[in-house]
Nanobody, 122 residues
Framework: QVQLVESGGGLVQAGGSLRLSCAAS????????MAWFRQAPGKEREFVAG???????YHAQSVKGRFTISRDNAKNMVYLQMNSLKPEDTAVYYC????????????????WGQGTQVTVSS
């Protein structure tokens, strides 16, 4: 069982930065692939970035070069550094975990956090 708690969301102007954090419970955190998804109002939840147990990372094309996912297995933490934010990045951001490799489909993830709101003003 893994419990996930996100933090770090907020209101930021376009061009600004935020760092999201996801704290995970459980002694076997390092075995899990972790991912960030986001859901904007009226839209489906979409994959943002994922990282596997050995810190190989994957980023959606829409955020590549602006966002960076990372993890600290010693602290059971996952991070999403978001730079050059755009109004279209406004969404609720969710942290997710699964055993096995990174997947881009949200249905493949077993554990989810409650989400944190990110709002980017123009």
């Amino acid at each position: 069982q893994v419990q996930l708690v996100e933090s770090g969301g907020g209101l930021v102007q376009a061009g600004g930065s935020l760092r999201l954090s996801c704290a995970a419970s459980g002694r076997t955190f390092s075995r899990y692939s972790m991912a960030w998804f986001r859901q904007a109002p009226g839209k489906e939840r979409e994959f943002v970035a994922g990282i596997n147990w050995s810190s190989n990372s994957y980023h959606a094309q829409s955020v590549k070069g602006r966002f960076t996912i990372s993890r600290d297995n010693a602290k059971n933490m996952v991070y999403l550094q978001m730079n050059s934010l755009k109004p279209e990045d406004t969404a609720v951001y969710y942290c997710a975990a699964r055993l096995g490799s990174v997947k881009t489909m949200d249905s493949m993830y077993e554990y989810w956090g409650q989400g944190t709101q990110v709002t980017v003003s123009s």
